[in-house]
């Protein structure tokens, strides 16, 4: 049976990375994974938003990509260094600091692809988001912090599971599949997950490619590629067969693919 979250929009989907920053938004200051980056993308159109869970030193799962607060705010501390309010008077000036609870809360029409950063923050990801499961997936580069989360929700008392993808251990092995042409195995490989969500090629190794996108399908598994800016390569991407773009611009994508 098909997870709740992809009941929406028929796909290709298109996934708001880390929210909407428009040119515009960048100029007057406004950062990623931001309160207003969320509302932008809301306000675009986006029914997928994705983006990064990290805690904070008194424990609030926070939306926030990196482990430390230099590239967005320069300052040099971890997210885990700082208290909530903390970040919140750095995050004053790019568009607001955003909590997981007030993410949840605040676009409850919002379907959310949640990418737990931090191994500590799986378990309250995985409780938070318990009575939202039916419009969350989970994932991490780490199979272990996703599995980690998804327990955490069912802990919670999660009525469903919520949807997941696969991590990093998971993609290489279905990589190593396809290369050997086995849909058995690659059947086997995505058991247990929704989609595969990976970048178009890695270095010089090609990740997506047809026979990859026909193996996932024939396991009822969606491929989402990221991170597609270009909209002549979001064009490709879906004439390809790929389910969902994952793009810096919902608002191009949105209109390219349309």
Request: glycine share 6%; proline share 5%.
């Amino acid at each position: 049976m098909t997870h709740p979250w992809f009941a929406g929009p028929p796909r290709p989907r298109v996934l708001a990375h880390r929210g909407l920053v428009t040119p515009d938004g960048a100029a007057a200051g406004i950062a990623e994974n931001s309160f207003a980056a969320v509302a932008e993308a809301h306000a675009a159109g986006a029914h997928y938003v994705e983006s990064d869970c990290h805690l904070t030193r008194d424990g609030v799962v926070v939306l926030f990509h990196d482990p430390d607060l230099s590239r967005v705010t320069g300052d040099t501390r971890r997210v885990d260094e700082v208290s909530l309010r903390t970040l919140a008077d750095l995050m004053s000036g790019h568009g607001g600091v955003i909590t997981l609870e007030q993410a949840l809360d605040a676009f409850p029409d919002v379907h959310w692809n949640l990418d737990v950063k931090a191994a500590a923050a799986a378990e309250e990801v995985g409780r938070i988001v318990a009575p939202h499961a039916a419009r969350v997936l989970v994932t991490s580069f780490s199979d272990d912090r996703r599995r980690a989360a998804l327990a955490a929700a069912a802990a919670a008392g999660a009525d469903l599971t919520p949807a997941t993808s696969a991590g990093t251990s998971l993609v290489s092995r279905l990589v190593g599949a396809v290369s050997l042409r086995s849909r058995r195995v690659a059947r086997r490989v995505l058991r247990n997950v929704d989609a595969v969500q990976v970048p178009e090629r890695q270095g010089r190794l090609r990740i997506v490619t047809p026979r990859l996108i026909d193996y996932a399908h024939a396991a009822g598994v969606e491929v989402h590629v990221w991170t597609v800016n270009d909209p002549d390569d979001m064009t490709r991407l879906v004439t390809m067969g790929v389910d969902g773009i994952v793009t810096d611009r919902a608002d191009v994508a949105l209109r390219t693919l349309s």
